[in-house]
């Protein structure tokens, strides 16, 4: 079952690309497989399938940290390219912010020994 996301609608060219959930939510309540397209004239042509672990230890995917340090990666490029701008810095201190919530989690999971297991 696919599931339409639209939060990205800022824009037309924000509107012509179309993010879908792709797969039916897992265990945790997310979906693990996501797909883009761009919505040409005649149709729409996918451009990425983005697939999330299914589980810590499964291997089958990247995680949200990983797609989070791309974002980073790609914005510092950015900031240190003609582009710079304070959105732009915003936005990368709130990606710096997330990846080290999420990174915290890990390391309070890894210290409880449940990592790799359904428990919270």
């Not at 005649?42 to 974002?71: C, M, P, W, Y």
Request: aromatic fraction near 6%; charged fraction near 25%; charge should be positive.
């Amino acid at each position: 079952m696919t599931r339409a996301i639209t939060i990205h609608h800022t824009d037309d060219t924000n509107k012509r690309i179309i993010v879908e959930g792709w797969d039916d939510p897992g265990q945790g309540g997310a979906n693990c497989v996501y797909r883009l397209s761009v919505n040409r004239a005649d149709h729409n042509q996918e451009i990425a399938k983005i697939r999330f672990l299914s589980n810590a230890i499964s291997g089958d995917g990247i995680t949200n940290e990983s797609l989070i340090a791309v974002l980073i990666d790609r914005l510092r490029g950015f900031q240190n390219g003609p582009y710079s701008c304070r959105e732009n810095s915003i936005a990368l201190t709130k990606l710096e912010e997330a990846l080290f919530w999420l990174q915290a989690r890990t390391k309070d999971r890894e210290v409880r020994g449940v990592t790799g297991k359904n428990v919270k």
